[in-house]
């Protein structure tokens, strides 16, 4: 059974369509039952949608009752029929053209700035760490679906794969690698709730690593209509301050304990980016400067 959210029914009436009922937003589910990421993609999508009820009318949101990981998601999304039509994930050219890319990032680029985790014993050597050549000597744990991992592996560093994260937190405990990155929108979160201190795991002070990844919304060829909406609805949610007090909400207090202007940052090209990210206007972008001096 799906599970429906259904909003603003009561009033039913057309939709800028010109048809009768709800939209219906068919969500990526989580990826797994310990997905602490995907309450805020869920919070900005219902949002936006909110934000353009008068002018395309009441929606549904659906959502598979099953875990499902992001390449799944954007090969469900490619399908005419399907219980997928919207996911939130980092775009590159080919998904770009393989969907309706909403190229407004709505977690500010925060994913782009990657904290290490280490076992306690190695976090002297790796706040040493200052390049990326330094980096390549250590092995870094990753799933095998993540987009991460196809990114450094093309640059050369060395990848040993895990299932999920609760694997590859054991695995890192265990020494079968030297350590894994989290954005800074997950790195806390995730610390507090798998209990890593616990397995002898930090979060290495000083340094943090910058890939260029930002979270796109994307939606099925088959739907513009709704990648439309979206879009109205982010473009509103810009303008009025919206987003921008979701982000804080969900991610100020990382951001200030991340102290991101007080880090060396090793930066990692990604050659899988879309020349279309040089299109994303400034502000839509988090300024770490800035950040740093409103705490």
């Not at 009318?57 to 099953?66: A, E, R």
């Not at 092995?139 to 993540?146: C, D, K, L, Q, R």
């Not at 690698?177 to 201190?197: I, P, Q, R, T």
């Not at 991340?258 to 040089?278: F, G, Q, V, W, Y």
């Amino acid at each position: 059974m799906l599970n429906v959210l259904t909003f603003n029914m009561a009033h039913a009436q057309p939709s800028i369509s010109g048809g009768i009922g709800p939209m219906v937003i068919k969500t990526m589910p989580p990826e797994s039952d310990n997905d602490l990421r995907h309450a805020y993609k869920i919070r900005v999508i219902k949002a936006a949608l909110d934000a353009t009820i008068e002018q395309y009318g009441p929606y549904v949101i659906q959502t598979p009752p099953y875990n499902m990981n992001s390449l799944r998601a954007f090969n469900k999304l490619m399908l005419r029929e399907s219980d997928i039509n919207t996911v939130v994930g980092l775009p590159t050219q080919q998904r770009e053209m393989d969907a309706i890319p909403i190229r407004i990032p709505i977690r500010r680029g925060l994913l782009n700035y990657r904290l290490m985790l280490v076992r306690n014993t190695d976090l002297q050597e790796f706040q040493n760490i200052r390049t990326a050549e330094q980096l390549k000597t250590k092995s870094v744990g990753m799933a095998v679906n993540w987009l991460t991992a196809d990114v450094m592996k093309r640059q050369g560093y060395t990848i040993v794969y895990g299932t999920e994260r609760d694997t590859l937190y054991n695995m890192l405990a265990h020494g079968r690698f030297d350590f894994m990155l989290l954005g800074v929108n997950e790195a806390y979160k995730e610390v507090e709730h798998h209990s890593l201190g616990e397995q002898g795991i930090s979060i290495v002070p000083g340094v943090a690593v910058y890939i260029n990844m930002p979270s796109y919304i994307f939606v099925s060829k088959h739907e513009p209509l709704i990648a439309k909406r979206i879009r109205d609805g982010l473009e509103i949610m810009q303008g009025s301050g919206e987003l921008h007090v979701l982000f804080e909400q969900e991610y100020g207090d990382h951001i200030q304990s991340a102290k991101l202007s007080e880090r060396h940052i090793i930066k990692i090209h990604n050659p899988t980016l879309p020349d279309s990210i040089k299109l994303i206007e400034p502000e839509y972008w988090l300024d770490v400067q800035r950040a740093a001096a409103s705490e």
